[in-house]
């Protein structure tokens, strides 16, 4: 791409390394990237990327990218490089982080003459690695167009979801919807094989009826069927963490969400079971058993 900004890149776990990776060869811009860990910012600088400091990323790039575990480490990131980048540039939050603090940390870049998206991702790991993410963006008009040619080399579905803090909306309540599913296939697949059918032929044929969805033929064939719930992929701990955003959201709407209280508690048992860091799903192991 002509004229390419300098981008930054704070946050190369799970998800970051892969949507960092992606941008990097796809725009061959220059590209600053930081991590705690050292192995993925070793990878990425083998492919051309830059290692740095949050603090150099901040005073050098136009556009600055996190993609962190959830809203504390945004606010602790947000406030070292929010100070320290140049009035015109961009923060974008790839994070899933509190709606809340999305828009008060927006109005901390805006009073330093930053311009704040919130862009946070969808879909798995695989999709990361093959930079066919969703994207939910908030942020105003100009913005998003602006972000959106780089955030097309991560996801190929980019949303523009309205202004800062509405990304983070879809984001969360997409999660909710989800998760929600999953507690429902859990409790069909118990009460099936309870009932005497086989669980993967019960999935075959909801799938082929109304009850079929992405959390069936996802997490449910490919995961509560064959039993197996893998780390590194979308770990008990930060589906409560989303849950628990969602649940504020209701909270300061002064709205019920019950089916959000449940998925929290299946997913609390699941944790006190030991499952923290095994794939969420995994809470099918306890469909039958009472919540607290």
Known sequence: MADQPVLGFVGLGVMGEPICRNMLVKTGARMLVSDLAPDPVARLVGLGAVAASPEDIAAEADIVFLSLPGGPQVQAVAGVVIPLMRPGATLVDMSTAPVGLTRHLADQAAARGLDYADAPVARTRAAAEAGTLAIMVGASDPVFARVEPV????????????????????????????????????????????????????????????????????????????????????????????????????????????????????????????????????????????TE
């Open 151 to 290: 955030l097309a080399c991560a996801g190929d579905t980019i949303l523009h979801c309205g202004p800062v803090g509405c990304g983070q909306v879809a984001k969360i309540l997409n999660n909710m919807v989800l998760f929600q599913n999953v507690v429902a296939l859990s409790e069909a697949l118990a009460l099936g094989t309870a009932a005497g059918m086989d669980g993967e032929r019960l999935f075959q044929i909801i799938s082929q009826g109304s009850g079929d969805s992405f959390a069936l033929r996802n997490h449910g064939m490919k995961a509560m069927i064959p039993d197996v719930f893998p780390r590194q992929a979308f770990p008990t701990d930060y589906a409560l963490k989303d849950i628990s955003y969602a649940l504020e959201l209701a909270e300061e709407a002064g709205l019920a969400a019950p089916g959000a209280d449940l998925a929290q508690a299946r997913m609390r048992m699941a944790q006190a079971a030991g499952y923290s860091e095994d794939y969420f799903p995994v809470l099918a192991r306890l469909a039958g058993r009472p």
